[in-house]
């Protein structure tokens, strides 16, 4: 039976950021589920869960204690049951080396945190409803970086 | 102290060195004659005594003939004539010694030669008495006898003359020889002193040159010591100081992007059960958090540009120009901008940040564009070559020269070169947003790749900016 909802995960180690991140879901008009975890280690548990449900769309906030955003893509990459999942980076940095960083080692977009709350509901509408396989079918650095 | 100059370039030290072998060459010649002289006297002195040898030896031998003659003439012993020809014979051979000996002297031969002829006339009295003795009458028997004193006195007379002859030629010689062997320690001394001068003289001037050398390479180790030093305290502070503004602006993004979505998030829920007073207020503190944001993201972009590890790759620049175009797409669009390019190069550059400078410079166009005029932004690349427009001091190097040409509200001439200092604004906040850093990047940027950016303005009319990019190799083109 074909899920009729979203499922997605967020985590981020600021709790203001998950507050914005749940309310602009809670907002849009998309089914969604929306999971948060407050840091990798958390977030790397309950996927390896035998019988956990694996989303369809995951952010990841690079900067996060005990195991932060690239420890967390790389040890996923490594995985081949999260074949399927698409990873958004969600994160405040713009900086060159995290855009090549992260493009590298296998991650689907990267979504620099706005600074208003109704760009970042369009931009999670926009991500979520992405067809992921055109997007990612030409593994280009230019549709990499999300422009708004 | 010209004197020291002197003393002190090479070619005055060549000639010193071969002055000195000179010396030494000359020195050695003369004490080389000197010691001849010595030998070639101690040699004269040897002859002469072998010549008075010589001849006493032969006034001996005929002294023994004579005395043989008159024995015989008395005796007529037989054995005496064997012994008077043996005599003869000595006699002979001293003669032709003497001969031989006194080749050199004249006056020595003349007076040999007179011996020879004295002794002719000796050796016929002498035969006579032995051939004829047995016949001989008293008065032949005087005669011979007296004939054989006189020549007898004759040749001693001779002999004497020889004798003194040789002596004084001795005492000439002897003395010769004396002043010789006495002005040898003296000779001794004048070598003695010159080498010792010599050598002296060398010692001085190189101890005094590696004194020197010693005394400037520990200066010159000073200085470089000083100056790595500072350059050390330079690298440690500049470093501190991009650190500290990198990280000032990233870390102050955070608190700021909060507030803003806070309050964005407050606008938009609650504005409306605000006073009017309460809804003003909120709206010009959303101004004012965009501005420091703008703020923020400008530091960020200039202490970026300033970061030492600076990256060249093959860039091509339309790539660049189309990115910037895209993160400007939204004002383009409100604007209802044009942007016109030919084809940008193709070369080393870094390129984030070649982009960021043409994302500011359309930025700046379209920001100070005239009220409803549409902005045209012209963007015009063209390759400079044998440095026609006079931008570097080689006249090899080429350039690329790109214009980005607008006709927005301008500026004035007068101000082309301040726009590009730091913090530095030609209008207040009210009438264009800004911070006063944008152009300062694009200058930073462009000297990171040692090129030059020129402003041009005229006002109302519009605005021309040129960059001129350096092309390093001959791989670029």
Request: hydrophobic fraction near 40%; include cysteine.
């Amino acid at each position: 039976m074909e899920k009729e909802y979203i499922h997605i995960i967020l985590a981020d180690d600021d709790e203001d950021d998950r507050l914005f991140f749940t309310d602009a879901f809670d907002e849009l008009k998309i089914n969604t589920k929306v999971q948060t975890f407050i840091n990798g280690v958390e977030l790397m548990n309950y996927l390896n869960e035998e019988n956990s449900i694996l989303p369809n769309v995951l952010f990841l906030d690079l900067n996060m204690p005990k195991k932060n955003g690239i420890e967390c893509l790389l040890e996923i990459k490594e995985n081949e049951r999260f074949n399927d999942i698409a990873i958004a980076i969600y994160s405040t940095s713009s900086s060159e080396e995290h855009i090549e960083e992260t493009f590298v080692n296998g991650a689907n977009i990267y979504i620099k945190k706005p600074n208003d709350f109704a760009t970042l509901k369009k931009i999670l509408s926009d991500v979520v409803t992405l067809n992921w396989q055109y997007h990612t079918s030409g593994l280009n650095k230019d549709n990499f970086l999300l422009r708004m | 102290m010209t004197i020291f100059k002197i003393h002190k370039s090479p070619l005055f030290i060549r000639i010193v060195f071969v002055l000195a072998v000179f010396l030494m060459l000359l020195v050695s010649a003369l004490t080389y004659r000197h010691v001849e002289s010595i030998h070639l006297s101690s040699e004269a002195i040897e002859h002469t005594y072998k010549v008075s040898i010589e001849i006493e030896d032969l006034y001996s031998n005929i002294k023994n003939l004579e005395i043989e003659r008159r024995n015989f003439l008395l005796t007529h012993n037989e054995k005496l004539p064997q012994i008077i020809l043996a005599s003869k014979a000595k006699i002979f051979l001293n003669l032709e010694r003497i001969t031989k000996l006194t080749e050199d002297n004249k006056e020595q031969a003349k007076l040999s030669n007179e011996i020879q002829n004295l002794l002719t006339q000796k050796f016929k009295i002498v035969d006579d008495a032995l051939v004829r003795f047995d016949s001989f009458s008293p008065t032949e028997l005087k005669k011979n006898l007296l004939e054989g004193r006189i020549v007898m006195e004759k040749i001693s007379i001779v002999i004497q003359k020889m004798l003194s002859i040789e002596r004084r030629l001795l005492m000439k010689r002897d003395e010769t020889s004396n002043s010789l062997t006495n002005s040898t320690p003296q000779i001794i001394f004048i070598i003695l002193f010159s080498t010792i001068a010599i050598i002296t003289l060398a010692f001085v001037k190189i101890n005094r040159d590696l004194d020197e050398m010693r005394e400037s390479k520990g200066l010159l180790e000073q200085t470089q010591k000083i100056a790595e030093d500072r350059n050390r305290e330079l690298e440690a502070s500049n470093k501190e100081l991009q650190a500290f503004n990198y990280v000032a602006s990233h870390d102050l993004q955070e608190p700021l992007r909060k507030i803003q979505t806070f309050i964005s998030r407050l606008i938009d829920k609650d504005l409306q059960s605000l006073s009017s007073n309460g809804q003003q207020y909120l709206l010009k503190i959303q101004d004012s958090t965009e501005r420091m944001r703008s703020l923020i993201d400008d530091l960020l972009q200039f202490s970026r540009a300033n970061r030492s590890e600076k990256v060249f790759e093959k860039t091509n620049f339309n790539i660049l120009l189309e990115n910037s175009k895209q993160d400007l797409a939204q004002v383009i669009e409100t604007k209802k901008a044009t942007i016109i390019s030919n084809n940008l190069p193709e070369t080393n550059a870094i390129p984030f940040q070649i982009q960021q400078l043409f994302t500011n410079l359309i930025n700046n166009s379209l920001k100070y564009s005239r009220e409803d005029v549409a902005p045209i932004i012209k963007i015009h690349s063209s390759l400079i070559e044998n440095n026609e427009d006079k931008i570097s001091k080689n006249e090899k190097t080429k350039h690329y020269k790109i214009t980005f040409e607008d006709n927005g509200i301008g500026f004035d001439n007068e101000y082309a070169e301040k726009i590009f200092v730091l913090f530095n604004r030609l209008h207040n906040k009210e009438e264009y947003s800004g911070t006063g850093i944008g152009l300062s990047i694009c200058k930073k940027i462009v000297d990171n790749h040692k090129g030059y950016i020129f402003a041009k303005g005229d006002p109302d009319k519009g605005a021309i900016f040129t960059i001129y990019f350096p092309i390093e190799s001959e791989n670029d083109i």
